[in-house]
Nanobody, 116 residues
Framework: QVQLVESGGGLVQPGGSLRLSCAAS????????MNWYRQAPGKERERVAT????????NYADSVKGRFTISRDNAKKTVYLQMNSLKPEDTAVYHC?????????WGKGTLVTVSS
């Protein structure tokens, strides 16, 4: 019943910006921390950002710190990832994730391609 649906990916030039959204349903969204992960072909899956259930605490991978911002709107049951100063190495499929009852739930992902 847990459902996570990402959107907002696309093609963007280096230095550009993109905002990803993840719409959640099927669980009490406001009580759970949320994560963004990404995976590029041939690379390990990487946790990009985490936000606490209330939105007051965030964590970022060193590779994106200062460029990406995670946020959430509990009323809309949506988590966002604002990506600025994008680099070609940011190219990946980005997935929304949460953990409930010691189980991981994933969206299908949205592709971000950073290229000139």
């Amino acid at each position: 019943q847990v459902q996570l649906v990402e959107s907002g990916g696309g093609l963007v030039q280096p230095g550009g910006s993109l905002r990803l959204s993840c719409a959640a349903s099927g669980f009490p969204f406001s009580l759970y921390a949320m994560n963004w992960y990404r995976q590029a072909p041939g690379k390990e899956r990487e946790r990009v950002a985490t936000i606490s259930y209330g939105g007051g605490s965030t964590n970022y991978a060193d590779s994106v710190k200062g460029r990406f911002t995670i946020s959430r709107d509990n009323a809309k049951k949506t988590v966002y990832l604002q990506m600025n100063s994008l680099k070609p190495e940011d190219t990946a499929v980005y997935h929304c994730n949460t953990q409930r009852s010691s189980m991981n739930y994933w969206g299908k992902g949205t592709l971000v391609t950073v290229s000139s």
